[in-house]
């Protein structure tokens, strides 16, 4: 991310949220201040990232409006990977500078979300690669389809 800030001047977070914005085939919902979508190259059938769409390098930094807003936006997505896949177990994870680096400008916090749909086998092992099996703007559009209310 370092790298790509000192080459663009920008965020790499923040210029891939722009490039999903723009797409929008893998979007799941938007908000006033996040961004829930499957990665371009989701590791897990239907992986979820909740970005927030301001800059922000540290998730201790988000205010108070920001939080409450996140906490509804976890709670559907989390609702719709539960109504879609029949409950999947999933690991998460918030990736995010530390409280002393707050001000980064090249470092964005997000949310993943990562179902454990899938068995990793030989060639993951031996690799380290990941296989996932199913395309991002199909995962996209069945959770897009649950309504998991507001």
């Known amino acids: 991310m370092r790298e ?4 663009t001047g920008h ?3 923040c210029l891939d949220l722009e490039s999903e914005r723009q797409d929008g085939r893998r ?3 938007m908000t006033e201040y996040f961004l829930t979508f499957v990665p371009f190259a989701a590791t897990n059938p239907c992986e979820l990232r909740i ?3 301001r800059h922000r390098a540290c998730f201790g930094a988000t205010d108070e409006a920001e939080l409450m807003d996140f906490g509804q936006v976890l709670r559907r997505a989390l609702l719709r990977l539960r109504l879609a896949l029949d409950d999947p177990s999933y690991n998460f994870v918030i990736e995010s500078a530390a409280a002393e680096a707050a001000d980064s400008q090249s470092t964005h916090w997000c949310l993943k ?3 454990k749909l899938t068995t990793p086998a030989g060639f993951e092992f031996a690799s380290g690669i990941r296989i996932n099996p199913s395309l991002p703007e199909a995962d996209a559009e069945l959770l897009r389809a649950i309504d998991p209310g507001r």
Not at 4 to 7: G, I, K, L, S, V
């Open 11 to 13: 965020c790499a977070t």
């Open 27 to 29: 979007i799941v919902e």
């Open 113 to 115: 979300i990562m179902p």
């Open 4 to 7: 790509r800030f000192a080459a």
């Open 51 to 53: 970005t927030p769409l």
